[in-house]
């Protein structure tokens, strides 16, 4: 099958609303696909095909060759050729990579090519990722989801989940099991707005520091160890630390959940970008370790010896790990049905500079890749009054839609900074009635343009959300907004009456900047 009709149906998924309808366009499609070709059409659509490293990002589809007239690309085809982009390596790799890029681009049609440069920087923004495509290739197979989902979970890969689903049913997909040494999917967190929610959904729970530090799964076998990021990458020979943590434990085999994280000689924890580009880095390990070094710290445990825990309730995997990890290498839990000594815990944990809370119930399993209501993360919600600078074009459901926004602070002086300065963008928050609002207001406020942004004259005011701050060298106070999202504009504002530099500054100064 063509290229084309699997880009025309993710256009299709992403103009959709509904889950439902987005999951059987999806199963409709991989039908039609059949499955010698379905399974290369789930890693293009699920973004696993992202997760190549091609190497190439939004630069690198730059001034590529113009759309072909009639579409010749096939689906299969299209991901042999991003695989042989993304096994390229060595001296002159970056002119081949982009020879064969110009060669994939030059025979895609435009909706191929949009498809593409989606694809290749992980912006289809069509809400189908691994769960919507994991329920489409389960109705497509005509299987439980459950059942999908499981295999999911343990294999990692939607695209080989997806073959052996078309091919063998359910009895290929029951046929996946937790294997040390292969990672498993992460189980992530709900959230909510503070403890006192957070308990109302759990009942008596598990308290726990939420670090903000960098997501490891660690599998041991005998003396052979493994860590892997949240993304599934294997970065054992980049933290030696985490590697010999393991292997001091007293187990044989074991496939443990935790955090590393950079920590200042008092304990608290250094800024987030330290701990992300030390895990990052692939230069020598033990140099980065004398300047940047690294501690672990446990969460839960998934295998134990032999014995696979990932379905008995957290209470029970908690006293596991509390009998194989000691306590200097496990993260800090109380377990409390009080309100009061929940949010006391809570101050406790933001007092030594960590970014919040984990409310997790003793009684579920671990639900691995999905944002189960197990566990739940609180954490303060800084908000500031920014002004919007500028706005990029949507795609998708947003397409002729101002969505991205560049938000700025009011300078106040500072010098050298003019007087706005730009500390990120978002599009999220943004509900279908704000959308159609501030893509006219925007629009009446325009100063100038190019393909992607409109640029506005610096009038109206939104308050926005962000879970913290961190430095970064591309804007111009050297700091930006981590996780961002819309709360409301605030129209009762002037453009006069936004926040200053100045407050971003106090704020990042009290997170340890």
Same mark, same amino acid.
């Given at each position: 099958?063509?290229?084309?009709?699997? $880009?025309?149906?993710?256009? #299709?998924?992403?103009?959709?609303?509904?889950?439902?309808?987005?999951?059987?366009?999806?199963?409709?499609?991989?039908?039609?696909?059949?499955?010698?070709?379905?399974?290369?059409?789930?890693?293009?659509?699920?973004?696993?095909?992202?997760?190549?490293?091609?190497?190439?990002?939004?630069?690198?589809?730059?001034?590529?060759?113009?759309?072909?007239?009639? $579409?010749?690309?096939?689906?299969?085809?299209?991901?042999?050729?991003?695989?042989?982009?993304?096994?390229?390596?060595?001296?002159? $790799?970056?002119?081949?990579?982009?020879?064969?890029?110009?060669?994939?681009?030059?025979?895609?049609?435009?909706?191929?090519?949009?498809?593409?440069?989606?694809?290749?920087?992980?912006?289809?923004?069509?809400?189908?990722?691994?769960?919507?495509?994991?329920?489409?290739?389960?109705?497509?197979?005509?299987?439980?989801?459950?059942?999908?989902?499981?295999?999911?979970?343990?294999?990692?890969?939607?695209?080989?989940?997806?073959?052996?689903?078309?091919?063998?049913?359910?009895?290929?997909? #029951?046929?996946?099991?937790?294997?040390?040494?292969?990672?498993?999917?992460?189980m992530l967190a709900a959230s909510a707005p503070d403890? #006192?929610?957070?308990?109302?959904?759990?009942?008596?729970?598990?308290?726990?520091?939420?670090?903000?530090?960098?997501?490891?799964?660690?599998?041991?076998?005998?003396?052979?160890?493994?860590?892997?990021?949240?993304?599934?990458?294997?970065?054992?020979?980049?933290?030696?630390?985490?590697?010999?943590?393991?292997?001091?434990?007293?187990?044989?085999? @074991?496939?443990?959940?935790?955090?590393?994280?950079?920590?200042?000689?008092?304990?608290?924890? *250094?800024?987030?970008?330290?701990?992300?580009?030390?895990?990052?880095?692939?230069?020598?390990?033990?140099?980065?370790?004398?300047?940047?070094?690294?501690?672990?710290?446990?969460?839960?445990?998934?295998?134990?010896?032999?014995?696979?825990?990932?379905?008995?309730?957290?209470?029970?995997?908690? $006293?596991?790990?509390?009998?194989?990890?000691?306590?200097?290498?496990?993260?800090?839990?109380?377990?409390?049905?009080?309100?009061?000594?929940?949010?006391?815990f809570f101050r406790e944990t933001l007092a030594r500079?960590?970014?919040?809370?984990?409310?997790?119930?003793?009684?579920?399993?671990?639900?691995?890749?999905?944002?189960?209501?197990?566990?739940?993360?609180v954490k303060p919600r800084h908000t500031l009054d920014?002004?919007?600078?500028?706005?990029?074009?949507?795609?998708?459901?947003?397409?002729?839609?101002?969505?991205?926004?560049?938000?700025?602070?009011?300078? @106040?002086?500072?010098?050298?900074?003019?007087?706005?300065?730009?500390?990120?963008?978002?599009?999220?928050?943004?509900?279908?009635?704000?959308?159609?609002?501030?893509?006219?207001?925007?629009?009446?406020?325009?100063?100038?343009?190019?393909?992607?942004?409109?640029?506005? *004259?610096?009038?109206?005011?939104?308050?926005?959300?962000?879970?913290?701050?961190?430095?970064?060298?591309?804007?111009? #106070?050297?700091?930006?907004?981590?996780?961002?999202?819309?709360?409301?504009?605030?129209?009762?504002?002037?453009?006069?009456?936004?926040?200053?530099?100045?407050?971003?500054?106090?704020?990042?100064?009290?997170?340890?900047?």
């Amino acid at each position: 099958m063509r290229l084309r009709h699997l $880009a025309q149906t993710s256009r #299709a998924v992403a103009a959709e609303p509904g889950r439902r309808a987005k999951t059987a366009l999806l199963a409709d499609c991989l039908r039609a696909l059949g499955p010698a070709e379905a399974p290369a059409a789930v890693g293009l659509l699920s973004g696993e095909s992202q997760r190549l490293r091609t190497g190439v990002g939004p630069a690198g589809l730059r001034d590529l060759p113009p759309p072909a007239a009639e $579409a010749s690309l096939g689906v299969r085809e299209t991901e042999r050729e991003l695989e042989r982009i993304a096994g390229v390596h060595g001296p002159g $790799a970056q002119a081949e990579r982009r020879r064969l890029l110009a060669g994939l681009f030059a025979r895609a049609t435009e909706v191929e090519q949009a498809f593409l440069r989606a694809v290749l920087v992980g912006e289809l923004r069509q809400g189908a990722l691994d769960a919507l495509v994991g329920d489409a290739v389960a109705q497509a197979a005509g299987v439980p989801a459950a059942a999908v989902r499981r295999a999911l979970m343990f294999r990692g890969s939607a695209r080989a989940v997806a073959e052996a689903a078309l091919t063998g049913g359910a009895p290929a997909l #029951a046929a996946f099991r937790l294997e040390v040494g292969r990672a498993v999917r992460p189980m992530l967190a709900a959230s909510a707005p503070d403890v #006192a929610s957070a308990l109302e959904r759990t009942g008596p729970a598990a308290l726990e520091w939420k670090l903000d530090g960098v997501r490891v799964q660690v599998h041991r076998d005998g003396a052979e160890v493994a860590v892997f990021t949240r993304g599934l990458d294997d970065i054992t020979a980049r933290v030696p630390e985490v590697a010999e943590a393991a292997l001091a434990l007293p187990l044989r085999s @074991a496939v443990l959940d935790g955090e590393a994280i950079a920590l200042g000689p008092d304990g608290r924890p *250094r800024p987030f970008q330290e701990t992300a580009a030390r895990t990052a880095s692939r230069r020598d390990p033990e140099r980065l370790r004398a300047e940047v070094p690294l501690s672990a710290f446990f969460f839960d445990l998934l295998h134990r010896d032999g014995e696979d825990l990932v379905d008995r309730p957290g209470r029970e995997r908690w $006293a596991a790990l509390d009998g194989a990890v000691p306590e200097g290498l496990r993260v800090p839990r109380t377990e409390t049905g009080d309100g009061e000594r929940a949010l006391e815990f809570f101050r406790e944990t933001l007092a030594r500079g960590h970014e919040g809370v984990l409310v997790k119930d003793p009684t579920a399993g671990y639900a691995a890749g999905r944002r189960g209501a197990g566990w739940i993360k609180v954490k303060p919600r800084h908000t500031l009054d920014l002004v919007v600078l500028a706005a990029e074009w949507g795609s998708g459901r947003r397409r002729g839609l101002l969505s991205n926004l560049h938000l700025g602070a009011r300078a @106040a002086g500072e010098p050298g900074l003019g007087p706005w300065v730009m500390l990120g963008k978002t599009f999220k928050g943004l509900t279908d009635e704000t959308l159609a609002w501030q893509t006219a207001e925007l629009l009446a406020r325009e100063s100038g343009r190019d393909d992607w942004t409109v640029r506005v *004259r610096p009038e109206l005011v939104v308050e926005i959300a962000f879970d913290g701050l961190q430095r970064s060298p591309r804007y111009p #106070a050297g700091l930006a907004l981590r996780f961002a999202r819309v709360v409301r504009y605030r129209p009762d504002k002037g453009a006069a009456e936004a926040d200053t530099v100045a407050t971003v500054r106090e704020i990042a100064a009290a997170e340890g900047l």
